[in-house]
């Protein structure tokens, strides 16, 4: 079993930055594509960024340019910096990750989410 525990969410103002990071642990051989969604409320969860093992990043078109994805292979874990915060990025923040834990096996798991306020 793996874990993926979320952390670094809070309250901002309008035109601030939060650093969110998503640490796994458990029985890991390789993780592969690391990814961050949100879910605001009434609305459906969406991508925002991920990364692949090889460090290939995509992004949602509206945070493109405000946010970087990174990850540190060595502690499996994932971050999104987050830069010129807007009221429409206030949601639940999700981690997700694609693990292998043998050479045969992948499954996709999920963190239990953090919440992100960007105040006007």
């Known amino acids: 079993q793996v874990q993926l525990v979320e952390s670094g969410g809070g309250l901002v103002q309008a035109g601030g930055s939060l650093r969110l990071s998503c640490a796994a642990s458990?029985?890991?051989?390789?993780?592969?594509?690391m990814g961050w969604h949100r879910q605001a409320a009434g609305k459906q969860r969406e991508l925002v960024a991920s990364?692949?093992?090889?460090?290939?990043?995509n992004y949602a078109n509206s945070v493109k340019g405000r946010f970087t994805i990174s990850r540190d292979n060595a502690k499996n874990t994932v971050y999104l910096q987050m830069n010129s915060l807007k009221p429409e990025d206030t949601a639940v923040y999700y981690c997700?990750?694609?693990?292998?834990?043998?050479?045969?096996?992948?499954?996709?798991?999920w963190g239990e989410g953090t919440l992100v306020t960007v105040s006007s």
């Open positions: 997700n990750a694609e693990v292998q834990p043998n050479v045969l096996a992948k499954y996709n798991y």
């Open positions: 458990g029985r890991i051989f390789r993780i592969n594509t």
């Open positions: 990364i692949t093992a090889g460090t290939s990043t």
